[in-house]
């Protein structure tokens, strides 16, 4: 332990980190309303265990948003999540990038080559596990993101993309929507 105790660095930037692993061990302790609640979110927000937060005073997120289980957020360049989108198991959304500080060799911390830009994410989307959204971009209300895409680009509203560098696959139409309502009320009937 004394090791440990030895090898620790005080300073503002380390003081921070600290403050911020504490929050996530203890949030661990937690039910996925009351975790969205410690990190600032809305009530009816739910937050599943082991997601990071970065920068979450950064982070302006509307109501009834759902982030699933190891899911990455970094609000430290700005986002904003709209009301009542999913940000699925294992979603990274990124606001920052180093790739000029590791190209100039200049990766120290403090990060005086970061770029940071501000992502956004629209009303009702549906951004599927193990996807990444890239510093900048903006989802379009009503966007999907399928599994495993990579967005480098913006995604215009009510557009399904995916793949990497993900594309648009087509509409999440009025006929798309009224697919699934008939597949939920085929569950619901007990007939799907």
């Not at 332990?1 to 300073?11: C, I, T």
């Not at 929050?23 to 979110?41: I, K, T, V």
């Not at 913006?154 to 557009?159: F, K, L, Q, S």
Request: aromatic share 4%; charged share 20%.
């Amino acid at each position: 332990m004394q090791e440990v105790l030895g090898a620790r660095v005080d300073s503002e930037r380390n003081r921070g980190l600290r403050r911020d692993i504490a929050l996530r061990f203890l949030s661990q302790l937690l039910a996925d309303d009351e975790r969205a609640r410690l990190y600032g979110l809305p009530a009816s927000c739910r937050v599943r265990e082991n997601t990071k937060i970065l920068n979450p005073e950064r982070l302006t997120c509307h109501d009834n948003v759902w982030i699933g289980e190891n899911a990455y957020i970094d609000a430290s360049g700005g986002l904003e999540i709209g009301a009542h989108s999913t940000i699925g198991v294992g979603v990274y959304v990124w606001t920052h990038t180093s790739v000029l500080a590791n190209l100039m060799h200049a990766n120290e911390p403090g990060g005086a080559h970061v770029i940071r830009r501000p992502t956004r994410i629209g009303v009702g989307c549906y951004i599927v596990g193990h996807s990444v959204l890239n510093p900048g971009v903006h989802v379009g209300d009503g966007a999907i993101v399928l599994p495993m895409s990579c967005v480098t680009h913006d995604v215009a509203a009510g557009d399904i993309v995916a793949g990497a560098p993900a594309r648009s696959i087509g509409p999440a139409s009025e006929a798309f929507v009224q697919a699934l309502r008939e597949q939920l009320q085929a569950q619901r009937d007990g007939t799907a």
